[in-house]
């Protein structure tokens, strides 16, 4: 098993630009997750998934939007980037309920200038 | 204030010593995890726990639901124990991370 996957490792956007950062794992997990990564901050849920077609936010929401059309899929999407948006963006998945183990992966790390 | 504070923040150990990672929460949760993220990024999950205390090799998390506090233990510290340990707290639908502790074991 691969595990959580996540493309691309490193990318520069301009303000402005949109893209999608992509996550999937093979573990049949049902729950999967976003979180954001600061410079001496703590990890913040962004979205996270129970299953397919099911997603709710989590606390840093905003500027970000998801998908689960697939058990193994989890794209986030940021449609206007914005320089408060740089950070490290880390996938996880949990097989149950949200108590249970998480599997990250191994991280996106965005710029935006 | 954050729900979640660790103590110390950072930490340098000569190998062999007996480490101790402490975490407070503020919130009601169900359960509190122990998170080991490497210097090149990765974060792997060590510990879940709801009560009690779990082992896994030389490392031993234990839990105290009414003190709210929580602690990860490494005996016989080694180098390649060099990371950051992150406590998250999780209750109801929202996740408490910690910032973290920086830990650094000297040959």
């Not at chain 1, 996270?48 to 058990?71: C, L």
């Not at chain 1, 309920?97 to 191994?106: A, D, K, L, M, V």
């Not at chain 2, 490494?74 to 999780?90: L, N």
Request: glycine residues 10%; hydrophobic residues 35%.
């Amino acid at each position: 098993n691969a595990g959580v996957t996540q493309t691309p490792k490193f990318r520069i956007l301009k303000i402005g630009q949109s893209m999608t950062l992509q996550c999937t794992q093979d573990m049949n997990h049902n729950y999967m997750y976003w979180y954001r990564q600061d410079p001496g901050m703590g990890l913040k849920l962004i979205y996270y998934s129970v299953g397919a077609g099911i997603t709710d936010k989590g606390e840093v929401p905003n500027g970000y939007n998801v998908s689960r059309s697939t058990t193994e899929d989890f794209p986030l999407r940021l449609e206007l980037a914005a320089p408060s948006q740089t950070s490290v963006y880390f996938c996880a998945s949990s097989y149950g309920n949200r108590i249970e183990t998480q599997y990250f992966g191994p991280g996106t790390r965005l710029l935006v200038l | 204030k954050n729900e979640v504070e660790q103590s110390p923040q950072n930490l340098t150990a000569q190998e062999g010593e007996f480490i101790t990672i402490n975490c407070s929460y503020s919130v009601g949760i169900s359960a509190l995890h122990w998170l080991q993220q490497h210097p090149g990024g990765g974060i792997v999950s060590l510990f879940m726990l709801s009560s009690g205390k779990k082992k896994h090799g030389r490392l031993i998390a234990t839990i105290n639901i009414q003190e709210k506090h929580s602690s990860l233990h490494i005996t016989a510290s080694h180098p390649r124990d060099s990371a950051v340990y992150i406590c998250a707290a999780m209750g109801g639908n929202q996740f408490y991370f910690g910032t973290g502790t920086s830990l650094t074991v000297i040959p």
